[in-house]
């Protein structure tokens, strides 16, 4: 049975690392002494060592102790015998290419359809939906593919952005680049604030915290979903 | 000789369609009576006919006639004999997909080169550039290649925005998003803000417009560009 959290952000402004999730993560991970986690997506280019040098500090306020992925020689098997599994934020680009390089796309999805516990923020929750089609980030490297683990049947889009209504920018509010992948792509699109996450519980996905999130469909006006509705009917 | 313009965007708040720039391309396009139009990035998912359709009112204004390359049936030959060329804006990944699919990447790079005149706003910024990889928009559709005309021998980010520091939002910076590309890439980046351009005669390189253009080169601090200033150093 699945067991998922997908969160939209690690931190929130004038908070710790992970910070907000701790009393979700206590719960979600209860059965587990150590966190796998997955550094590919390197925010700002850090190494492997240094991101899961500045993650562990959160996890032992929960008694986790925490090994990188890139510790192991094999890193699939390491998958396999994780007891919990963590993929942290940073660019997507840079983790889908790494998660494909190192051979763990798939027995990643495997493992967490087989109900070992994951979380997710950030890129790390991009990589939950069917696509990587709508991160944010900046096209860095160059993956194989865009396809991701299909852990949920729709996209995401963290650290959803209300437009600037005061802005007189002309780029594209987020709106419009999630519109403009509705020309191309029939997949829903949840973009998921701040402070929101989803609880994926085997068939069950729940939308947690304080906020509303925006629902996009291709051919219809978005709708904002309150918290804790359930998102199961979402395909 | 080259002979391009280079704009961040093609509108500019509370402006029409090309307006602040209609009398740098009265004199850039003097001597062509019909401007070759490359639609194929689609703003919004229009379709290629209504956004021909969507830009005629700008060059109706200093007289030039446009036709999408749409309309032709051998779009390498289009281009080949256009008289000025422009790609417009909109989604980067569909066209840089659109110019692979209809084979034109490689001669709208030779015909630029050997001096047909052209302009590029916004995603046909982007192109100018060496590769597409620091383009803010989705990866709405994933195109085969992230080369571009390498029509200058550095990167662009148009609709450049400064930090907004009284934003508590997590997402990164655009600074720090180009500041990432450099983990994995050396090639310089120019964020150019709305309202900048930059003009290439032969092989100089000159920021144009009322505002600072900011440089990024790995492994340094950024730099502040001055308006008039010659480019040609950057590689």
């Not at 790390?124 to 096209?139: A, E, H, V, Y």
Request: charged share 15%; with cysteine; net charge neutral.
């Amino acid at each position: 049975m699945k067991n998922i959290l997908i969160a939209s952000t690690s931190t929130l402004a004038n908070q710790n690392y992970l910070e907000y999730l701790l009393p979700e993560l206590q719960l979600h991970f209860q059965n587990c002494k150590t966190i796998l986690f997955i550094p590919y997506a390197r925010p700002g280019g850090i190494s492997h060592e240094e991101y899961t040098g500045m993650i562990r500090p959160a996890f032992a306020k929960i008694n986790k102790k925490v090994i990188g992925i890139h510790e192991f020689e094999n890193a699939p098997q390491a998958i396999k015998n994780a007891e919990g599994i963590f993929t942290g934020g940073g660019n997507t680009f840079v983790l889908v290419s790494q998660l494909y390089k190192n051979n763990v796309m798939e027995v990643l999805s495997e493992t967490i359809k087989n109900g070992t516990p994951y979380l997710g923020t950030s890129a790390g929750s991009n990589i939950c939906g069917l696509t990587m089609q709508t991160t944010n980030d900046m096209p860095i490297v160059y993956p194989p593919s865009f396809k991701t683990l299909g852990l949920i049947p729709f996209n995401l889009n963290p650290h959803y952005l209300d437009p600037d209504t005061s802005s007189s920018h002309m780029g594209e509010t987020r709106e419009t680049r999630i519109k403009e992948f509705h020309a191309y792509n029939s997949v829903p699109v949840l973009g998921l604030r701040e402070g929101s996450w989803l609880e994926v519980k085997g068939d069950v996905i729940t939308l947690k915290g304080p906020l509303t999130a925006r629902l996009f469909s291709q051919n219809q006006i978005p709708t904002e979903l309150e918290t804790e509705t359930n998102l199961s009917y979402i395909k």
